[in-house]
């Protein structure tokens, strides 16, 4: 069949689902005899999945931040200094609206103003939930063993959860652990 | 790796800037939770709607698993059953999407790459390319798309991105799948300006991404 190939634009439509029903049906059926537009279709895949991973770590005024990152690779902050700070000025204008610290905070909270402000503008981090104050201590220190960091909750497609302390009964679906039937 | 463990900090809520109200955020989630609570019940619209709201992103996720895309139809479809399958058996205690729609799908991918291996292997057909190949998902489930320098680059020529432009991203990707008829009618633009837009930013982001780092 000679289905026209694909495009970089025309597959861009396909995955923003722009395209007409029949434009998809063309463009797909495409994808299953020509190798290399399988592939072209997977990269923007791939890149879709990427700018989400962008967009969700994308520091955001109006979301709850979550204690700690951790692993800040602060080295990093001098080479990419300029990127850096383009994004810090977005985030640092918001910081007079926070309130003030939560009395259940644990270690480290004596942490100054100076530093959340430096760290909440360097943007970074695919990070966990974790369910609430009672057990965020061993969730951080579980998602501290595994490197990972802790996230406002509607995190990423990434982001594994740690229900199995909020009491969930045996065999219940979780995130993490997908079911097989 | 200057492993300065931080302590454990508030929670802030930030407000936000002029564009979108808080409250239409806190509709936003409400709606979301309300679908959720909803299907959870067994309600089947409320399903149907979550489908409809997140079907797209499991079958991107699946086609970026190198799943040829009708399969990846095949299989999306196959997620929902089964997520609707545990809700009705009472094993679903809480519908977090589009994550666990998103796992189960990498969880099923996985599967059928093993069992596709399995039988090239007994029918001795030659080895199947790669891109059939998905990562396990218990790996995956934690895996970075991105490097930090990826990230840096990308955050920051986003940061750069009007900021009009940045909020329609930031809506369409966000990872709520808000439609992009919603999310239009939120910064008053046409849906077909917001497409546009999100091209634009998708180039100017791939081009960051792409950029190679000189150590
Ligand atoms: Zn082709």
């Known amino acids: 069949m000679l289905k026209p190939h694909l495009t970089r634009d025309s597959a861009e439509q396909y995955i923003l689902g722009a395209l007409s029903p029949e434009a998809s049906a063309a463009l797909e059926a495409h994808t299953l005899e020509c190798e290399p537009c399988a592939r072209l279709l997977q990269e923007e895949a791939v890149l879709s999945e990427q700018l989400q991973e962008v967009a969700q770590s994308f520091p955001r005024e109006d979301r709850v931040i979550r204690p700690a990152r951790w692993h800040v690779r602060r080295a990093a902050a001098g080479a990419v200094g300029a990127a850096l700070a383009a994004a810090a000025s977005l985030a640092l204008v918001l910081l007079p609206g926070g309130r003030a610290p939560h009395p259940s905070g644990v270690a480290g909270r004596a942490t100054t103003t100076a530093a959340l402000e430096l760290e909440m503008g360097a943007p970074r981090a695919i990070v966990v939930a974790c369910p609430d104050l009672a057990t965020q201590d061993s969730c951080m220190q579980a998602a501290e063993e595994r490197g990972l960091l802790v996230q406002y909750p509607w995190g990423t497609g990434e982001v594994p959860r740690y229900e199995a302390r909020t009491g969930l009964p045996e065999g219940a679906l979780s995130a993490r652990h997908p079911v097989s039937l | 790796m200057s492993a300065a463990v931080q302590g454990l900090r508030m929670t802030l809520r930030m407000p936000r800037e002029a564009e979108e109200p808080v409250e239409a955020e806190v509709a936003r989630q409400g709606d979301e939770d309300t ?5 959870l019940a067994g309600d089947r619209a409320a399903w149907d709607a979550l489908v409809a709201r997140h079907h797209r992103r499991v079958v991107v996720s699946l086609l970026a698993r190198g799943v040829r895309v009708d399969r990846a139809h095949e299989l999306a479809q196959e997620t929902w059953a089964r997520l609707i399958q545990q809700q009705q058996r009472g094993l679903l205690t809480e519908l977090r999407l589009p994550n666990l729609a998103l796992t189960q799908a990498a969880f099923l991918a996985a599967d059928d790459a093993r069992r596709s291996r ?5 029918g001795a ?5 790669e891109r059939q190949h998905p990562v396990d998902p218990s790996v995956s489930a934690e895996r970075r798309l991105l490097s930090e320098e990826q990230l840096s680059r990308a955050h920051a020529a986003l940061a750069q991105v009007s900021p009009s432009a940045r909020t329609v991203f930031l809506l369409a990707c966000d990872g709520q799948e808000l439609p992009h008829a919603e999310v239009a009618s939120r910064v008053g633009l046409s849906v077909q300006r917001v497409r ?9 982001l791939r081009s960051a991404l792409e950029e190679e780092t000189h150590a």
Do not use: D, G, H, N
């Open chain 2, 35 to 39: 679908l959720a609570r909803r299907a």
């Open chain 2, 118 to 122: 399995r039988e090239s292997i007994s």
């Open chain 2, 125 to 129: 057909v030659e080895e199947l390319p």
């Open chain 2, 196 to 204: 546009q837009i999100l091209c634009e930013v998708r180039k100017k």
